[in-house]
């Protein structure tokens, strides 16, 4: 019987440590973040420099503050109105390390032409 409380007592004795030790080691590893389930978005504005299947460079500004910005363009891209040089567009995209990457492009639709001025009367 003197065994069997020995025995006993030596296996709590060693399981305790180890138990308060495998504790201690999930404490100290930091909580895994959640992925975000959507990636963040961005959108900005400009006129379509050039534009292929793959590519759209838009410009920003005008005069010397005119800055180029080039996205790539998949087929998961969406596409709205006539995406030509010249042409206003909005683009939604999101960042894929360093690559801006188009989620949608929309066309400003194109201003009517102005009408010329009705020529003055003459008395």
Same mark, same amino acid.
């Given at each position: 019987?003197?065994?069997?409380?020995?025995?006993?007592?030596?296996?709590? &004795?060693?399981?305790?440590?180890? &138990?308060?030790?495998?504790?201690?080691?999930?404490? $100290?590893?930091?909580? $895994?973040?959640?992925?975000?389930? &959507?990636?963040?978005?961005?959108?900005?504005?400009?006129?379509?420099?050039?534009?292929?299947?793959?590519?759209?460079?838009?410009?920003?500004?005008?005069? $010397?503050?005119?800055?180029?910005?080039?996205?790539?363009?998949?087929?998961?891209?969406?596409?709205?109105?006539?995406?030509?040089?010249?042409?206003?567009?909005?683009?939604?995209?999101?960042?894929?390390?360093?690559?801006?990457?188009?989620?949608?492009?929309?066309? &400003?639709?194109?201003?009517?032409? $102005?009408?010329?001025?009705?020529?003055?009367?003459?008395?």
């Amino acid at each position: 019987m003197l065994k069997v409380t020995k025995a006993a007592v030596l296996a709590v &004795a060693l399981a305790v440590p180890v &138990a308060v030790f495998a504790a201690q080691g999930d404490a $100290k590893k930091p909580a $895994k973040k959640e992925h975000a389930a &959507a990636v963040a978005s961005h959108t900005t504005s400009g006129t379509v420099k050039s534009s292929s299947d793959t590519s759209l460079v838009i410009t920003k500004g005008s005069g $010397k503050n005119a800055k180029d910005e080039t996205f790539t363009v998949n087929a998961s891209t969406k596409k709205d109105g006539d995406i030509a040089t010249g042409a206003k567009v909005t683009v939604a995209y999101t960042m894929d390390g360093t690559n801006m990457v188009a989620t949608s492009i929309k066309a &400003a639709p194109a201003k009517p032409a $102005k009408k010329a001025p009705a020529p003055a009367k003459t008395k």
